[in-house]
């Protein structure tokens, strides 16, 4: 009964090599998010899509981009990944921003490691 | 943009005491808060929300209280247990239309550790 799923739950990667997780989910919500999160400390929205309505976050470095081919899968790229990319990303969905509940399902996140 | 501050960044109970977690927001138009727990490894989950239309609400042993004329809001843990040792984030947001799409800023995070 998953509602948010993310693979690979742990990858590896060099450094400079591109590399993309997935994330699909169940739940046929509108909005879908990329976090990013470092060992002790707080998400950090990348940026998300309300449908196919992409919306970057003004600090998300030009490194990392994403793709939502369809309602239920949503990509994030790193196109050359750096020592300071080594982090967990979470992805998370809702159902509707707008005057509807805010409440996010997260997915369990994948472990990027970079050699 | 918004900015979260969460207070204390680490917090150490004997079990059966209350915990209490602070967190601050800047901007005005912020209208959902909702507390999250992580444990170790684990993702987010959700366990308490508030709207800006109340000042108080509780479930079982959690409670979250909201001030918005000082912009503060607060989770109460009473009767704590082990089970609650945790990281706990909170998160301010917009629900409304227009680009926010109800996304999220998180505060820092709280270290809760539960003391059999």
């Known amino acids: 009964d998953a509602m948010v799923i993310q693979n690979p739950r742990y990858q590896v990667t060099q450094f400079g090599k591109p590399v993309t997780l997935s994330c699909s989910q169940t739940?046929?919500?509108?909005?879908m998010y990329w976090y990013q999160q470092k060992s002790s400390q707080a998400p950090k929205l990348l940026f998300h899509?309300?449908?196919?309505?992409?919306?970057n976050e003004a600090d998300t470095p030009d490194n990392f981009q994403s793709r939502r081919p369809n309602t239920s899968f949503c990509f994030l790229d790193i196109r050359s990944p750096g020592l300071g990319d080594a982090a967990m990303y979470l992805c998370?969905?809702?159902?509707?921003?707008?005057?509807?509940?805010?409440?996010?399902?997260f997915g369990p996140g994948t472990r990027l490691t970079v050699l | 943009g918004e900015n979260v501050e969460q207070h204390p960044s680490t917090l150490s109970v004997q079990e059966g005491d209350s915990a209490v977690i602070k967190c601050t927001y800047s901007?005005?138009?912020?209208?959902?808060f909702p507390w999250y727990k992580q444990e170790l490894g684990k993702r987010p989950q959700l366990i308490i929300d508030?709207?800006?239309?109340?000042g108080e609400k509780k479930d079982q042993r959690i409670a979250v209280t909201l001030n918005k004329t000082a912009k503060h809001f607060s989770l109460h843990i009473t009767e704590t247990q082990p089970e609650d040792s945790a990281v706990y984030f909170c998160?301010?947001?917009?629900?409304?239309?227009?680009?926010?799409?109800?996304?999220?800023?998180f505060g820092q995070g709280t270290i809760l550790t539960v003391h059999p």
């Open positions: 998370a969905t809702s159902r509707d921003g707008r005057g509807r509940g805010n409440e996010q399902f």
């Open positions: 739940l046929n919500h509108n909005v």
């Open positions: 899509y309300y449908d196919k309505d992409f919306n």
């Open positions: 901007d005005s138009a912020s209208n959902y």
């Open positions: 508030i709207r800006s239309n109340v």
């Open positions: 998160a301010a947001g917009i629900n409304a239309g227009g680009t926010s799409y109800g996304k999220l800023t």
